[in-house]
């Protein structure tokens, strides 16, 4: 699995999480708490391997993690998103399931995470969600 130390975090910070209740027996990433709307998001990026950057962990064409979401249904989601489009999201209560994408050759890219809370005043669930043993092959 990519090191989580190689994410970079923008708006409210995801929390690395220990193997345990949340996560099961692996760490994991847990997007930010809100008490009201916001967003939190978990950046990896892919690097060419001139780059000084380049981590050989995170090369290759295709990316795989588990996904856990706890959530208002429709009103808060995580969505994943590969170089900026769009890929998958998820919302409402859903339990740990492993996902795989196929990733563009051309590098750098990104791949992103994105937990969005919105403005209502509704709270479902934990209001968050988790990622873990993201692998890039």
Do not use: M
Not at 12 to 26: I, R
Not at 90 to 119: A, M
């Amino acid at each position: 699995a990519i090191p989580f130390d190689l994410f970079e975090i923008s708006g409210a910070a995801w929390e690395q999480v220990d193997a345990g209740t949340e996560c099961g027996d692996e760490p994991c990433l847990r997007s930010a708490a809100f008490p009201g709307p916001g967003f939190s998001i978990s950046i990896l990026k892919l690097w060419q391997p001139s780059a000084i950057k380049y981590n050989e962990s995170a090369d290759g064409t295709s990316i795989s993690f588990d996904v856990k979401v706890s959530s208002q249904p429709i009103g808060d989601k995580l969505t994943f998103k590969i170089g900026g489009t769009f890929t998958q999201d998820w919302s409402g209560e859903v339990g740990w399931q492993r996902v795989t994408h196929e990733l563009p050759v051309i590098r750098p890219t990104f791949v992103e995470w994105e937990y969005r809370k919105n403005g209502d005043a509704i709270t479902d669930g934990s209001d968050a969600a988790w990622i873990r043993r993201v692998v890039v092959e």
